[in-house]
């Protein structure tokens, strides 16, 4: 979800070194925490209470984080092999295999720098039952302190009143006081009101460059693009001034690249013309993220919405983190968060996204380590075409594992479906 | 004439297909696909050509008197002398590039025990040539790899022996060997062939034609001069990004299979294709057009290959193996279609006692369980449901799917075609004329 290249050179704009910087700054953070005295965090993306962790002062360690950048620099295979070597089992989720052959190898994060080990791991548990057991081993590992936020599954499609408060009562009585605890630091909820102004802002610049993809033709890539521009307010700089300053970037270049009537840019550059308008659900595949991405804008596939970008919040419904309500905020922030909603929220949802961005129809990117995404996913896929009248297609990778990355069966499926939407589309003008 | 091709580049064989400006179809060929997609395209139209000369021949001949009755025999025996001559034009090719390699210095010493053996090992290939061609002649394939291959190994083997030579030098000469020769398209005259085998046919058939013999050469004479012209062609299938042409002329395999089906039986709703590689379920409208498709994942199991693989764990031909399994008493579950797991499925159930051909029954019934998941993945089997593939000529397969069916579905229409094998082909080829009309 963040900057990452490998091979030739790739065309970067500001917002691009500017979320660079921000993730290199991390890492050295990380690195370095320990030696400068200052406790580490590690939480998951979906759910998590970045503004809250930064009260008291803790350094964010993503493990999904490591995981994918890991899979970017095609890092990832080795480390899933060193797991499975361990005894993990080729089905486990390959993140976690990753992220413990990571550990097993040294626990040399992406960009080469040392990762700490953590003093506190915090799960706020949103709908991914994996990430509890992920956790468990590596407090085995660390023997280090776990706190848990139960976030009840949104069975309902709703957030009643006692879900939240349930929540928030388990921040309050629970979560703080165990921060305060490992952290030493006293909670202030005025900080917490600042962060979460930032949070805001951040928020309503990230909502007005994904809904940029409403326009004809769209200037972003809503998915390859997309989970670049996600990066920062998913993970650990949402809240923070420099977050603020990147969406604010990132908007103007959009801006600019909307007015110009121009498309998205790829790592190959300026996409040609825009052919087929895509929603995608499900999350990308990182170890052959360009190759894959290349077999859409080649063929002027553009993905106008995507699912994967809002795992770690759900914000074009009008959600916003809100300074006024800090802690209940917090609570429906991670109630919302895509994870943790039900099938048929989630059919709703991507039915709108079709309309919404006038799409030519739904691509579900099947991970095949990934059971709490793929789950359902079919009759989703077949929902959301009955719904809609538009056709629906399918395909299978995974998020870290090379092995599961067919190139050729791949793009033999998006061909045929591409292919399928020009027949579908030339009938109708006939 | 104008004619609109379709090629289907398929992970073992590569299928051409010409059609004419109505639709109709000209002419097919086939050939394996090597591992050169360019050779294999530039041969599978090459047959499809030739293959459209003889049905012209047999338009033009039906004027013919003297061949009342025995037109059918006469163009039989002008394919099988058809075929020799390309057999013939092949071997030589293969001699000179063996003789080309005995000279490698690594025989030095026994060079010229090298020479003669081959020589005496292709002069008795070439003899027996027209034996294999024969009326009534079994080839296990018309594949030059796999006639001459089986042929030059027999017979060396006993030359070698008698000879003193190891048989060792003589496989790692063919090994060389045969793959520059099926990588070299070799010379494309289809007229002189023709005319070879006309030859060959006067003089082995003694068959009374007498005066009507020069009638008939004028018929072929003319027939071969009606110009085929290469008017648009379309390709499809794994290796279709190797073809030399543009993207416009690129199809997918699934559109391509899904009008296929469509052409060869226009009620088709629901199409299963199996296979070398991949297994393709396609749901097509009134139209042919497809809404909606699943295909295998990034395993083979289920596929074509993976009876290729049993077939080689029992050391029988593929092609054996519907056979052996429809004489099945009773089916024996088999779990895995784990194309790994099967060898070894397949020898604990040998160990268990049951019968080779329950056994197979079992397996074949495995397969086609994988393609209903497939199925039902995109949308269930719809009335009419065509079968397609490589997979479709295996009786026992039919047979699991026609009973899978209807436990799941109901009565519905099955269709298989005996030219299925040429479905990909078929649907590209009236892409190929769709885009040459527009």
Redesign the interface.
């Known amino acids: 979800m963040n900057t990452a290249t490998t091979g030739e050179a790739v065309q970067k704009e500001d917002s691009m070194w500017k979320q660079k910087e921000l993730i290199n700054g991390n890492y050295a953070r990380l690195a370095r925490a320990h030696e400068e005295g200052r406790k580490v965090a590690s939480t998951f993306v979906p759910g998590n209470l970045n503004e809250l962790l930064m009260c008291f002062d803790f350094v964010r360690n993503l493990p999904e984080i490591n995981a994918l950048q890991n899979g970017l620099r095609k890092k990832s295979g080795a480390m899933v092999r060193e797991a499975e070597k361990a005894g993990h089992s080729e089905d486990v989720c390959a993140y976690v295999k990753a992220d413990l052959g990571m550990m097993m190898q040294g626990n040399i994060g992406p960009m080469g720098e040392p990762l700490p080990k953590p003093d506190i791991l915090v799960l706020s548990y949103t709908g991914c039952f994996t990430f509890m057991k992920w956790f468990e081993l590596v407090r085995e590992q660390y023997q280090c302190e776990t706190a848990m936020l139960h976030v009840p599954y949104q069975g309902d499609g709703t957030i009643t009143p006692n879900m939240r408060d349930y929540v928030v009562k388990q921040i309050k009585e629970d979560l703080i006081p165990t921060l305060e605890r490992v952290s030493g630091v006293k909670f202030d909820i005025d900080r917490l009101r600042e962060y979460l102004v930032e949070s805001a802002k951040a928020e309503d610049d990230l909502v007005w460059v994904l809904q940029s993809a409403k326009n004809k033709p769209s200037p972003i890539d809503a998915y390859f693009g997309g989970v670049y521009y996600i990066g920062p307010a998913f993970t650990a700089f949402r809240g923070t001034p420099e977050a603020t300053d990147y969406y604010a970037t990132l908007r103007r270049e959009v801006a600019e690249r909307l007015a110009a009537g121009k498309g998205p840019i790829t790592p190959d550059g300026e996409m040609g013309e825009e052919r087929y308008r895509l929603v995608v659900e499900g999350p990308p595949n990182w170890t052959h993220f360009r190759e894959f991405w290349k077999m859409f804008h080649e063929e002027g596939a553009v993905v106008v919405a995507s699912t994967y970008t809002k795992v770690g919040g759900v914000f074009d419904f009008g959600f916003r983190h809100d300074p006024t309500n800090p802690l209940e905020s917090l609570a429906e922030y991670c109630l919302g968060c895509y994870t943790n909603l039900n099938l048929p929220t989630r059919a709703d949802m991507l039915t709108q996204y079709v309309e919404d961005y006038q799409a030519d129809g739904l691509l579900i990117n099947s991970i095949k380590s990934c059971n709490s995404f793929s789950a359902g996913q079919l009759l989703l896929l077949r929902e959301v075409e009955d719904r809609t009248g538009k056709p629906g297609a399918f395909v299978e990778t995974d998020l870290v594992d090379p092995r599961y990355f067919s190139a050729a069966n791949v793009k033999t499926r998006l061909e045929s479906y591409f292919q399928m939407i020009s027949q579908k589309r030339e009938r109708h003008a006939a | 004439m104008k004619c609109f091709i379709g090629i289907d580049l398929g992970s073992t064989t590569t299928k051409a297909l010409l059609m004419d400006a109505d639709s109709k179809v000209l002419g097919r060929g086939i050939t394996n696909s090597r591992s050169n997609y360019d050779i294999a395209t530039t041969v599978a139209k090459r047959e499809a050509f030739a293959d459209a000369r003889f049905n012209l021949f047999r338009a033009s001949l039906s004027s013919v008197e003297a061949l009342d009755g025995r037109l059918d025999e006469f163009l039989a025996s002008l394919e099988r002398n058809f075929r020799l001559e390309q057999y013939l034009e092949q071997l030589a090719d293969l001699e000179a590039t063996c003789k080309n390699h005995a000279a490698d210095p690594r025989f030095s010493g026994q060079t010229q025990l090298v020479g003669e053996v081959l020589d005496q090992l292709f002069d008795q290939l070439h003899a027996e040539a027209p034996e294999y061609f024969a009326p009534g002649a079994k080839r296990k394939s018309d594949f030059f790899r796999d006639v001459a291959g089986s042929r030059y190994l027999a017979v060396g083997e006993a030359v070698a022996k008698e000879e003193g030579l190891a048989f060792d030098v003589l496989l790692n000469i063919y090994d060389r060997s045969i793959i520059e020769v099926e990588n070299r398209t070799g010379d494309s005259d289809t007229s002189g062939k023709v005319l070879g085998a006309l030859d060959r046919t006067f003089e082995s058939a003694g068959n009374g034609l007498g005066a009507a013999a020069a009638e008939v050469r004028g018929h072929i004479g003319e027939a071969l001069q009606i110009e085929l012209e290469e008017t648009y062609v379309v390709g499809t299938g794994?290796g279709r990004a190797r073809l030399p042409f543009s993207k416009e002329h690129i199809?997918?395999?699934?559109?391509c299979h899904g009008l296929g089906a469509h052409v060869m039986y226009d009620g088709t709703r629901t199409v299963l294709d199996i296979g070398g590689q991949?297994t393709k379920a396609i749901q097509i409208d009134a139209?042919g057009?497809?809404?909606?498709?699943?295909?295998n994942?990034?395993c083979a199991a289920g596929c074509g290959r993976y009876l290729g693989y049993i077939a080689d764990e029992m050391n029988v031909g593929v092609h054996e193996l519907g056979p052996i399994a429809s004489k099945a008493t009773r089916t024996v579950r088999i779990n895995s279609t784990c194309t790994v797991f099967a060898g070894a499925e397949l020898r604990d159930r040998l160990s268990l006692g049951e019968k080779r051909e329950d056994i197979l029954a079992g397996l074949h019934r495995a397969i086609i369980l994988r393609a209903l998941s497939l199925l039902s993945?995109s949308?269930g089997v719809r009335d009419q449901f065509t079968f397609t593939g490589g997979v479709a000529n295996n009786e026992a397969a039919v047979r699991a799917l026609e009973t899978l069916v209807r436990e799941n579905y109901g009565d519905v229409a099955i269709n298989i075609d005996p030219e299925s094998i040429y479905t990909g082909a078929l649907g590209a080829a009236t892409f190929a004329l769709r885009a040459g009309e527009a």
């Open positions: 794994y199809r997918s395999e699934i559109l991949d139209d057009i497809v809404e909606n498709f699943q295909m994942d990034r993945r949308g």
